[in-house]
């Protein structure tokens, strides 16, 4: 290894969360926020949230994700690794979530983003770019929800990789 020369870790790389509209119930905002400030102890983290089409009953789903889709790809960096939580994803238990970042982390990557779309889901675009497409559940939740438990898991993940209490 040559001098000055410091190889990615999961410490050093930041993860990012995208989400499609802001979280209206402070109670789940609360909850999240709790975590983002417990996983920031562990990784540089950051969040965006880029704006919720409305949704009269007549326009067309399609008409509704590509305009959030196309907001959401101009703020992932270039070279991000990008998750995008999707029902028909991958499934993996809270210590397949913690190898998973712990393999990003090793290829390099200096920004791992996770993606979360509105109530109709996220647009094909998202789909396409997202190199992994991984699921919380088969079950659809509220996207404030999807939050919640994303970070939550984020968080179990570092302490998993740091070997600490937390999960049992």
């Not at 930041?14 to 402070?26: C, E, H, M």
């Not at 417990?38 to 590509?66: C, D, G, M, N």
């Not at 992994?132 to 438990?149: D, G, K, N, Q, V």
């Given at each position: 290894?040559?001098?000055g ?23 789940l ?6 975590y ?18 409305k949704?009269?009953k007549?326009r067309?789903?399609?008409?509704i ?14 070279h ?11 499934s ?28 109709f889901?996220?647009?094909d675009?998202?789909?396409k ?33 740091r ?6």
């Amino acid at each position: 290894m040559s001098a000055g020369f410091l190889p990615y870790t999961v410490d050093s790389m930041r993860i990012a969360l995208l989400t499609v509209g802001q979280a209206k119930d402070a109670a789940l905002r609360q909850a999240a926020d709790g975590y983002v400030k417990r996983l920031s102890r562990y990784t540089p983290f950051s969040e965006q949230h880029v704006l919720e089409e409305k949704a009269p009953k007549k326009r067309p789903v399609a008409k509704i994700l590509e305009p959030e889709g196309e907001r959401l790809i101009r703020t992932i960096p270039d070279h991000a690794y990008v998750v995008a939580l999707d029902v028909g994803g991958q499934s993996v238990d809270s210590e397949g979530l913690s190898r998973k970042i712990e393999e990003v982390a090793a290829r390099s990557v200096s920004t791992l983003v996770f993606t979360i779309g509105g109530p109709f889901g996220l647009s094909d675009a998202i789909l396409k770019r997202a190199d992994w497409r991984f699921s919380l559940s088969r079950m659809t939740y509220p996207h404030e929800m999807a939050r919640l438990i994303l970070l939550e898991q984020l968080y179990r993940a570092f302490t998993i990789m740091r070997g600490e209490k937390y999960h049992k």
